[in-house]
């Protein structure tokens, strides 16, 4: 079981920046993979970016490319998702999930084990 806490969601304005963190409980960085996702009103669930907490090696989804940036801290698991550019349509519940594989598949979007969300609200 991975256990999984978002923080940095909040109300911010068109154009401004987020930072959004998630700390997973593992004890090991081993096979571990951790992704965001979101959610907006009314909308399916979308993939945004995915880690693999050991290599570093990355994924994105095309519609993140530019404006998201996923990454690890060097000392322990927290994965961040910076944003920018913000806009009232990237207003959703983010979501951070893990998943443990004995590979990197970058373009597959299953995850396993799922946080409780942050919500990020951006307004015109």
């Known amino acids: 079981q991975v256990q999984l806490v978002e923080s940095g969601g909040r109300y911010v304005q068109a154009g401004g920046s987020l930072r959004l963190s998630c700390v997973p409980s593992?004890?090991?960085?081993?096979?571990?993979?951790i992704a965001w996702f979101r959610q907006g009103p009314g909308k399916e669930r979308q993939f945004i970016s995915a880690?693999?907490?050991?290599?570093?090696?990355?994924s994105y989804a095309d519609s993140a490319k530019g404006r998201f940036t996923i990454s690890r801290d060097g000392t322990d698991n927290t994965v961040y998702l910076q944003m920018v550019s913000l806009s009232p349509e990237d207003t959703a519940k983010y979501y951070c999930?893990?998943?443990?594989?004995?590979?990197?598949?970058?373009?597959?979007?299953?995850?396993?084990?799922w946080g409780q969300g942050t919500q990020v609200t951006v307004s015109s």
């Open positions: 593992v004890t090991s960085r081993s096979g571990v993979d």
């Open positions: 880690l693999r907490l050991t290599e570093g090696f990355t």
């Open positions: 999930a893990a998943r443990l594989r004995s590979l990197w598949y970058p373009r597959n979007w299953e995850f396993d084990y």
